[in-house]
């Protein structure tokens, strides 16, 4: 790790002098909101000296931990957003979700934008929405609550969260697509724990499972030794 990143308030899984990948905390935005509050690119001057860039590589959700890809070059950049576009990605998730899914799942459904009256938005099948498929693989069970993971093989808005509500098993602590909506069911349980980009040389990723999903994660088989 660098002088420049070691100053940082988040671990760094990856770094070269063309990339970063590091490990987003929950509830921290990927950029500046209409609400305000710090986001991961206020730490971008930490991240490079450089008079353009960083830049961000993709997006994840502010509740959503783990792997986030930083590009330090335009041409990494470039290059990055081309993997993700074709697919050259692998995008792996654990979560924790109400009730028991099958032990694997293959959920593809096509995604579209909604938006209400009220301003609020939210993600919903649709024929003509965006292709999406998720491939879901059952790791643990305490019969109330499954730790699964989640390859993305496309990468919508809100995928994993509403193919998990589909098939009956919303994950913990959703307060859109879940109907676990009470002071108890604590923050979103969901991480994107492996990202490996297919470059001319592959970089990969692998992120530690948030403080907040621990104990589900234990009550569900995980171990350390053996995640």
């Not at 609400?35 to 830049?55: H, I």
């Not at 059952?138 to 809100?158: M, P, Q």
């Not at 108890?184 to 499972?209: D, F, H, K, M, Y």
Request: net charge positive; proline share 10%; glycine share 8%.
């Amino acid at each position: 790790m660098t002088g420049l990143t070691s100053t940082l308030p988040f671990e760094t899984l990856y770094e070269s002098n063309q990339a970063l990948i590091i490990n987003k905390p929950a509830g921290l935005p990927v950029h500046p909101g209409p609400r305000g509050g710090p986001s991961v690119e206020d730490w971008f001057p930490l991240m490079s000296r450089r008079k353009d860039g960083p830049w961000l590589a993709h997006r994840l959700d502010a509740d959503t931990a783990g792997c986030l890809a930083i590009a330090l070059r335009k041409q990494t950049l470039l290059a990055m957003q081309s993997c993700f576009s074709q697919g050259l990605t692998r995008k792996i998730y654990w979560a924790i979700v109400q009730g028991v899914p099958p032990e694997t799942a293959e959920i593809d459904q096509p995604l579209k934008k909604i938006s209400s009256k009220s301003g609020g938005w939210r993600m919903c099948t649709a024929p003509d929405g965006q292709n999406a498929r998720t491939t879901l693989r059952r790791l643990g069970t305490d019969g109330i609550y499954s730790w699964v993971e989640l390859t993305l093989h496309t990468g919508r808005t809100h995928q994993a969260r509403i193919h998990c509500a589909l098939l009956g098993t919303p994950i913990k602590g959703d307060p859109i697509y879940s109907e676990e909506k009470n002071e108890t069911s604590g923050p979103l349980q969901l991480l994107s724990r492996e990202l490996t980009l297919q470059l001319p040389t592959p970089i990969t990723a692998v992120a530690p499972p948030p403080p907040h999903m621990e104990a589900a994660l234990r009550r569900c088989g995980y171990h350390p030794s053996n995640g």
